[in-house]
């Protein structure tokens, strides 16, 4: 009997990761904003509206995410189940880990402590939802929809988002501090080692299996 075509058998375990991954990035923003020491760039944007609105900080997330969405359009970006499932995942969950991690102690150990663990928790949950290959967030489909359209570099373009997010944030009443530049300078390495090993292989679909 001839040699059938592979198909590809792990569409459950790219959805469980990909789920998992939004949990834990929804964790870590809850981590960084209660410690106190400076959170990520657009969290620093979402903190400074918060402070001048009546909404909570699950909600900015939400808002945010679509009016950045929005901005895909003209991109002509394409977004995927994974890009959909960001928003509302990572903002319906944020609040309720704000409410429990606040029942922390206050001390400067302890905050120092979360804001690390926040960092790194941060990239494994960034190598558990990309790696699962099944759309990029709204944030990085702007980064990368951006590049392509202007030919810059993904560092250039990444950079100026970032700074200008956190400008805009800081001066709304975001919080920066030592925390903030501690992501800035430690996420780029940690998400390379967790999506080397978190990325889930391609079938090919020339690859047979034996019956």
């Known amino acids: 009997m001839p040699a059938r075509i592979a198909p590809d058998a792990r569409p459950v375990r790219r959805g469980v990761q990909l789920l998992v991954g939004l949990v834990l990035y929804a964790a870590s923003i809850a981590m960084l904003v209660d410690a106190g020491l400076g959170s990520m760039p657009w969290d620093v944007l979402t903190q400074g509206i918060v402070r001048h609105t009546d909404l909570s900080f699950g909600a900015v997330t939400l808002l945010v995410g679509l009016v950045v969405l929005a901005c895909w359009i003209p991109l002509r970006q394409r977004p995927g ?106 996420i780029g390495p940690l998400v390379h080692v967790f999506l080397a090993w978190l990325t889930v292989a391609e079938v090919r679909a020339e690859e047979p299996v034996a019956v």
């Open 81 to 186: 189940i994974g890009t959909v499932a960001n928003v509302v995942v990572i903002s319906a969950l944020v609040d309720p880990f704000l409410a429990v991690i606040d029942g922390l102690p206050d001390a400067l150990g302890v905050r120092i402590a979360l804001a690390a663990a926040g960092i790194v928790l941060n990239g494994v949950a960034t190598g558990l939802y990309v790696g699962a290959r099944l759309g990029p967030g709204p944030r990085d489909g702007l980064m990368t929809g951006l590049v392509r359209s202007t030919g810059r570099s993904v560092r250039l373009v990444r950079t100026s988002i970032e700074v200008a997010v956190v400008a805009v944030g800081w001066l709304l009443g975001g919080t920066v501090g030592f925390a903030t530049l501690a992501y800035a300078l430690a």
